[in-house]
């Protein structure tokens, strides 16, 4: 069974204190792990898609890095305008177009 | 990209009413998908809506209490019916959009529900 797994649930940081988040997974073949921000009453905004081992991407702050077991997504110098859930999410060969999501963690950044 | 919109954003219904939620994408795709986030959890995929057949289902959601329709390829829409509190929730529709060999899916702002 595919299982999508992000830890910490909750994350509080210091504005300019670095940290990363966890996003382990099992899935039967991976087509790709999609990174998403989601403020509060509002859908998800994409962030990053990554396919394969040893790739990375980064946006402004972020950055996502994924292995063949998880990802990470790293806040490098976080602002309180960075406070969000981030999910995590997969899509496997056979669903194409399906997403099978992470339960997020949410981080909230302090001046 | 794509931009996709929701109506209503959001609802307060009674017990055992139905309320059909419409998404609207600005481009033309292929399938569609509609998502449940119940309150504190997150996204659950309900069912891919496709153009031109019938919407296929996930486990655990059926077509009697989730009809779709599919008229075009930029619209759908997601019928709730005979609610009950339990279906509380954030319903989000979403399209991929496939570029080369990548994908980017995208995610409409939400229809927040709420039965009492």
């Known amino acids: 069974e595919d299982q999508v797994t992000q830890s910490p649930e909750a994350l509080r940081l210091q504005e300019g204190e670095s940290s990363s988040l966890n996003c382990s997974y099992t899935?039967?073949?991976?087509?790709?792990l999609f990174w998403y921000r989601q403020d509060p009453g509002k859908g998800p905004e994409f962030l990053f898609t990554?396919?394969?081992a040893g790739e990375e991407k980064e946006k402004e702050r972020l950055k996502a890095t994924l292995t063949k077991k998880e990802s990470f997504l790293h806040i490098t110098a976080p602002k309180p305008e960075d406070s969000a859930t981030y999910l995590c999410?997969?899509?496997?060969?056979?669903?194409?177009?399906?997403?099978?999501f992470g339960a997020g963690t949410q981080v909230v950044v302090t001046p | 990209s794509a931009v996709i919109s929701q109506k209503p954003s959001r609802d307060i219904c009674q017990r055992g009413t139905s309320l059909t939620i419409q998404c609207q994408v600005d481009?033309?795709?292929?399938?569609m998908f509609w998502y449940r986030q119940q309150p504190g959890q997150s996204l659950t995929l309900i069912a891919t809506?496709?153009?031109?057949?019938?919407?296929?289902?996930e486990s655990g959601f059926v077509i009697d209490k989730f009809p779709i329709s599919r008229p075009n390829l930029t619209f759908s829409t997601l019928t709730v019916s005979n609610m009950s509190p339990e279906d509380s929730s954030i319903y989000l529709c979403?399209?991929?959009?496939?570029?080369?060999?990548?994908?980017?899916?995208?995610f409409g702002p939400g229809t927040r529900l709420l039965v009492l």
């Open positions: 979403s399209v991929t959009l496939r570029g080369g060999s990548t994908e980017t899916q995208y």
């Open positions: 809506a496709n153009q031109g057949s019938e919407a296929t289902y």
């Open positions: 990554l396919y394969s």
């Open positions: 899935v039967s073949g991976l087509r790709g």
């Open positions: 999410a997969v899509m496997t060969t056979d669903s194409w177009g399906k997403l099978q």
């Open positions: 481009s033309q795709v292929t399938m």
